[in-house]
């Protein structure tokens, strides 16, 4: 079984975002970069199958510029067999739908059987990429996803390759299944629980988060990953139709300057809360 | 102007977002509220039933509720379409052919102004245009979902402490616990305060990942980011990522012992003190507010 | 005395000696050959130290007579020493016995009395061990039938001694002495003279047989110390105690930690064969006594056990790996991620066995090899990683708690003399900013010229490495180092002992070497120098809790008591018996500050349950607990917490009790907030 995992590189959730000059960016002097959180929860997820089914093959994908090759380090780390990374003029201007094609034509060269994403990049906070990918892509997608199963495992993968070149070497097509087709039993969280849901082939899967904390690396993982050759696809060509333009960036409204009950008596503050809420706050 | 809205349903009442959304867009232009009905239907499902419809009746604005549904189906529907979409606003004007949007960005550490092309897609945050009182139940036009192919609902396994309760995404009052609280047991309080407010389950990721609470009651960055009307953070000591997910409320309540605690920071009311003290004397005294007293 | 070994006797006692010592070496050839699977570590350098350390430490028992073990060390001393002089005795019995010859000086008076007085003590000491183990077990000794095989064997050769020299005396063998045994002497004389010569030939002879049976019996008993003691303090670490094994060329190695029993080296196996099962160290492990899996006697004897039963597999096939040591058990992990660091173990072995360089070993190569680390333990790992700190705060904000203090940075004044290297805890931590500011209105009281880096400041490495990763504190250790060469900075002061330690013994192991303090002892000579001056304040009764990284591992037991002594109306009080070199740890060393305590009781729990015992035991329970470390401060405040009573026990810092008696200030207002501890 071949799992791609698509990964964006952000701002680690410890930095400090600040809004630079111009009003539309952030300051990217001193910022951390890592892979968004639910793509990592995505990269576990793959690597947690990969633990019980030995054949599995885990790629991981990215489109921007050569800074997100520390990204695709960062995946091949924890334990993921390969990376691409997609890059050229503009890659890191890329809308969510320029940036679903892009992934598309990487995805047809690689052929995985499932794809998964975070469910939404913690910088632009769109979730929009999954989605628009499983349309590119005409398979079907599943939102919130904390667990997957394969059901049947379809044809047997072929083993890991070493890409030989710049370009993306399959080690063989995936041959069509002699029996029964490859299928996924999918979790997607929702209000009160689970809902199952049963892929009969290739999907998307959005990923809300793994059950363990992504992995952290091993020693030998980590080194690697600094020695494996990254293959590059290059980005031209691709069609990029809406854009989303930011008039504005600030800092969130500034809070604070509450009422806090320090000392006495936490009853009493209690009781004295809960008209405040009510009469003050209007909030009851 | 053409706006439509997804509505979404919980059991057989239309979602408060949704009747949110309606009222707006009625202030907004010509407005038809769409409910795509079927049993568990997918996103790609209920996209495609809806783009059939769109390229016919050609709307300007489709807008859905921020709720995790919402933005899927929201989300397949603007690829489809080839549109842009604009995700989480906090609030949303049309000017000159465009629709700007106010929303969260990097985890709701910035927020932003921005700016997409009609015709677009949006989805909205719960409560960010507060539903009149007695406000009318909007006219619905339901349309059967689409296909599927290769996506089928296999079965629902519920949480063995979910259900009953408002959506955490959705909750005009929530009561969030941390690690404070010391252990699961504590939720039995935690409950009641929730009964008597009529307020949704929140927890902090602590609390989640010592499997305290289901993960989905997580609020915070890869939690849920949550704005309502008050939420109410006990034993929570306010790591950036929590935060994150709740400094957008309109209210905050923060119960805390430790008065360094950086969720006092964000808070416009607070105790600080013992929050196995506090709760039953709230609980009580919400209960006394609420009939009046 | 003449041996009775004439003709056939020499003939037999060739033959029991030969079947004696061969056994002895062919079992001793075996375990150097296990020995020598660990790799070569290089343990000579520094032979002066090593010599010392066998006056003291060997010779002198220095280890062994320490609280609360004076009397059974002192039992000890004495059948130590008693050996020394008996095997002199022995090689002396066996030369004669043998070849006819006497060692040089074996006929002096001096040589037989000490024998005897020596053959007598032991015999007493004796005694005191079988009712010891029979009747007043310690509760974590291991007490097994080898202990009283070697007990017994030992009591056999004082017996027989004193036996011979006895039955010699009424034999009239005396003739050939210039000195009378004296205890030999006391003993009543139940014999016919002519049985005499009789008795005196079998006691010879028992006492011959048992020494050649005890050399065969030594090398499978935990006994064998009083061979391999010899070395084991000889070769030990001579590294500063706070200071782990340094890793060099990191990124060249194929495996990392622990993997095999080859990667530990030939020192760890040495102290497998030196641990005399005493039991001191778990009788003093934090973790141990609180419920957790960790026990540091087993950590030794599990490796030992190891070693012997896979030994022969590993020298067979140089390319088999074994059993990986961390894994030798289901619960090695737990035992392993449930140390604290805090050297109590070490502190006090009598034979020098070094627990924590085991333990890190393999949590090395859980961490870095496996990628095995509890899952907390590799969150803060993350956030070393990317935000420079443990808690994942964020990066840009570590200055922030300086803001409107007057203190500057580097960046701001590059000459300053001091680097305050703040830490952490102490830049994030809300409770320990307060100690963060206490710390820079005493310097800027004492008109101390100094600055810290702010943002330019990552955590030190400490917790990463004592987790296991080595690399990344390499990292976080290469990228200070850079920054302190950037401002040229020789001198740093830190408030946190884990900064103290790793800054002053380990950093120089990556070529960074400063003149580091931790702030109590540059308080005490700003004190002592009265470059600070203390107003008068309340009459309080503080105790003083022992952060292990000042105390333990880096002997600093004393500036901080001298500081507190040193405030007007405190009142210092000792946590007895768990104070200076024993010492509770409070449960964050060695990384545990990020990772769950599930299991047993907390240990900061039971150290203030400590605190409460030694105030109720002096009659007046203290109103604060100071001590000298963040993380200390964190823990014993959640400690009083859960136990309700943090009104009554006020866990502070020294710092903040110094800067709320700072006299001739008052011109900064913000700085009133600070002396509010």
Not at chain 1, 27 to 44: K, L
Not at chain 2, 157 to 169: C, D, N
Not at chain 3, 516 to 541: C, F, M, N, T, Y
Not at chain 3, 599 to 606: E, F, L, P
């Amino acid at each position: 079984m071949r799992l791609l995992v698509c990964v964006k590189q952000v701002p680690d959730s410890t930095t400090r975002v600040k809004v630079a000059p111009d009003g539309t960016s952030i300051v990217t002097d001193g910022v951390t970069w890592s892979i968004s959180p639910y793509d990592e929860y995505a990269i576990e997820l793959a690597l947690e199958h990969k633990d019980t089914a030995a054949d599995t093959v885990v790629s991981v994908i990215t489109v921007g510029g050569p800074r997100t090759k520390d990204a695709l380090r960062q995946a091949l780390a924890m334990g993921c067999d390969d990376a691409t990374l997609v890059t050229g003029d503009g890659a890191d201007a890329l809308g969510p739908l320029g940036i679903a094609n892009a992934l598309k034509s990487a995805i047809d060269a690689l052929e995985p059987d499932i794809v998964l994403c975070g469910k939404q990049a913690s910088d632009d906070d769109q979730g929009f990429v999954g989605p628009a990918l499983a349309e590119a892509l005409g398979w079907p997608h599943v939102a919130q996803v904390t667990r997957f199963e394969v059901v049947h495992p379809g044809p047997a993968s072929p083993a890991p390759g070493e890409p030989q070149s710049s370009e993306v070497v399959r080690p063989g097509p995936a041959s069509p299944a002699p029996g029964e087709p490859q299928s996924t039993e999918i979790w997607k969280e929702v209000e009160g629980g689970h809902e199952v849901w049963k892929a009969s082939g290739n999907a998307v899967l959005t990923v809300q988060k793994s059950e363990k904390d992504p992995r952290y690396p091993s020693l030998p993982g980590i080194m690697k990953a600094k020695k494996k050759e990254i293959p590059e696809r290059a980005l031209a060509g691709v069609d990029d139709p809406v854009k989303i333009e930011i008039v504005q960036l600030e800092p969130p409204p500034a809070r604070g300057g509450g009422k806090i009950f320090k000392d006495g008596d936490t009853t009493a503050h209690a009781a004295e809360l809960a008209k405040l809420l009510r009469d003050e706050a209007k909030v009851l | 102007m053409k706006i439509w809205v997804i509505a979404e349903r919980k059991g057989s009442e239309l979602r408060r977002v949704s009747k949110e959304l309606a009222a707006k867009a009625a202030t907004m232009g010509d407005s038809t509220v769409i409910e795509v009905t079927g049993e568990r239907v997918s996103a790609a499902g209920a996209a495609a039933a809806l783009a059939q419809r769109a390229t016919t009746d050609a709307p300007d604005l489709i807008l859905a509720g921020a709720t995790p549904s919402g933005r899927d189906i929201a989300a397949r529907l603007a690829a489809k379409l080839q549109r842009a979409y604009v995700s989480e606003c906090a609030d949303l004007v049309i000017a000159g052919g465009t629709v700007e949007a106010t929303r969260g960005m990097y985890a709701g550490k910035v927020r932003a102004r921005v700016r997409a092309a009609l015709p677009a897609v949006a989805s909205v945050r719960p409560n960010a245009f507060p539903l009149a009182d007695g406000a009318a139940e909007p006219a619905v036009t339901r349309i059967p979902a689409g296909d599927s192919p290769g996506l089928t609902f296999v079965r629902f396994e519920p949480t063995a402490s979910g259900g009953g309760r408002v959506s955490l995404s959705e909750a005009r009052v929530i009561v969030s616990g941390g690690r404070g609280l010391k252990g699961p047991e504590a939720w039995a309080q935690v409950e009641a305060l929730a009964d008597v407010l009529g307020a949704a389950l929140g927890a902090s990721r602590a609390v989640t990942d010592a499997g305290w609470r289901p993960n989905e009651e997580q609020v915070g960055q890869t939690g849920k980011t949550v704005t309502p009307d008050l939420y109410i953070a006990l034993g929570i000591s306010g790591a950036i990522q929590h935060l994150a997910g709740m400094t957008s409320s309109k209210v905050i309540v923060a119960v805390n012992k430790d008065p360094d605690a950086d969720i006092f920071k964000v808070a416009d009311y607070g105790v600080v003190g013992d929050v196995f003290e506090f709760l039953p004397a709230f609980t009580a005294a919400v209960k006394a507010a609420k009939a009046g007293a | 005395m003449t041996p009775p070994t004439t003709g056939a006797g020499a003939l037999v006692l060739a033959v029991v000696a030969l079947l004696g010592f061969g056994a002895f070496a062919y079992r001793a050839w075996r375990l150097y050959r296990y020995l020598r699977l660990g790799w070569n570590e290089d343990r000579r350098a520094g032979l002066a130290g090593r010599l010392k350390d066998e006056l003291v430490i060997y010779l002198l028992q220095r280890k062994l007579l320490k609280r609360p073990y004076i009397i059974r060390g002192l039992a000890h001393a004495f059948i130590f020493w008693g050996f020394i002089v008996i095997t002199m005795g022995t090689v002396d019995l066996l030369l004669s016995g043998l070849v006819g010859l006497r060692m040089p000086g074996a006929e002096s008076g001096f040589f037989v009395w000490a024998v005897d007085v020596f053959a007598a003590l032991v015999l007493a000491s004796i005694v005191l061990a079988v009712v010891r183990r029979a009747f007043f077990k310690p509760p974590r000794m291991h007490i097994a039938l080898d202990g009283y095989i070697i007990l017994g064997l030992i009591a056999t050769l004082m017996v027989s001694l004193l036996v011979f020299e006895n039955a010699g005396l009424a034999a009239g063998y005396l003739a050939a002495h210039q000195a009378v045994p004296p205890f030999a002497q006391l003993l009543p004389l139940p014999y016919p003279p002519d049985a005499a010569g009789t008795v005196f030939a079998a006691a010879w002879w028992v006492h011959v047989v048992t020494v050649l049976g005890f050399a065969a019996y030594l090398p499978q008993s935990k006994h064998l110390h009083i061979v391999t003691t010899l070395p084991n303090v000889f070769f030990r670490s001579q590294r500063p105690r706070g200071a782990l094994r340094f890793v060099e060329r990191i990124e060249e190695q194929e495996t990392f930690g622990a993997a095999t029993l080859r990667d530990l080296s030939w020192k760890q196996h040495l102290d497998g064969y030196t641990c005399t099962e005493c039991g001191r160290c778990s009788d003093n492990c934090p973790a141990l006594a609180t419920g957790k899996p960790l026990d540091p006697q087993k950590i030794v004897l599990d490796l030992r056990d190891l070693l012997l039963k896979e030994g022969d597999l590993l020298l067979k096939d140089p390319t088999a790996t074994g059993t990986p040591p961390a894994r030798q058990l289901a619960t090695k992990p737990d035992e392993l991620w449930a140390c604290t660091t805090c050297a109590a173990c070490v502190e006090q072995c009598p034979v020098t066995i070094e627990h924590i360089d085991k333990i890190v070993d393999m949590r090395r190569y859980l961490t870095m090899q496996e990628a095995a680390a509890p899952p907390e333990a590799q969150r803060a790992m993350t956030n070393i990683e990317r935000a420079g700190n443990p808690w994942g705060e964020a990066a840009g904000t570590r200055g922030d708690w300086a803001e409107g203090l007057g203190v500057p940075t580097f960046a701001e004044t590059p000459d300053a003399e001091y680097l305050y290297f703040v830490g952490c805890a102490a830049s994030f931590d809300r409770r320990n900013q307060r100690v963060a500011k206490a710390l820079a209105k005493i310097l800027r009281s004492a008109g101390m010229s100094f600055a810290i880096l702010g943002s330019l400041e990552t955590c030190n490495g400490d917790p990463a490495r004592r987790m296991g990763n080595e690399y990344l504190w390499q990292l976080q250790a290469q990228r200070n180092i850079e920054t302190f060469g950037r401002y040229k900075i020789r001198k740093i002061i830190a408030s946190c002992p884990h900064c103290f330690n790793t800054l002053a013994n380990e950093y120089p192991q990556l070529g960074g070497s400063y003149e580091v303090v931790h702030a109590l002892q540059l308080v005490q000579d700003l004190i002592e120098q009265r470059k600070i001056v203390l107003g008068p304040g309340p009459a309080e009764s503080v105790a003083y809790h022992d952060p292990c990284y000042l105390g333990r591992h880096n002997g600093i037991y004393e500036d901080p008591r001298a500081v507190l002594d040193a405030i007007d109306g405190v009142t210092r009080m000792e946590i007895e018996p768990h104070h200076r070199e024993r010492g509770f740890c409070c449960g964050a060393g060695g990384g545990r500050m990020w990772m769950e305590e599930k299991v047993g009781q907390r240990v900061n729990h039971r150290r203030v349950e400590q605190i409460l015992a030694a105030g109720d035991a002096k009659g007046e329970r203290p109103s604060k607990v100071a001590s000298g470390c963040p993380f200390c401060l964190i823990m014993l405040d959640e400690g009083v917490g859960a136990k309700g009573i943090a009104d009554e026990l006020k866990p502070v810092d020294v710092l903040e009790l110094v800067a709320g008696r700072l006299t001739d200030t008052g011109s900064d207002p913000r700085s009133k907030e600070t002396a509010t501890a």
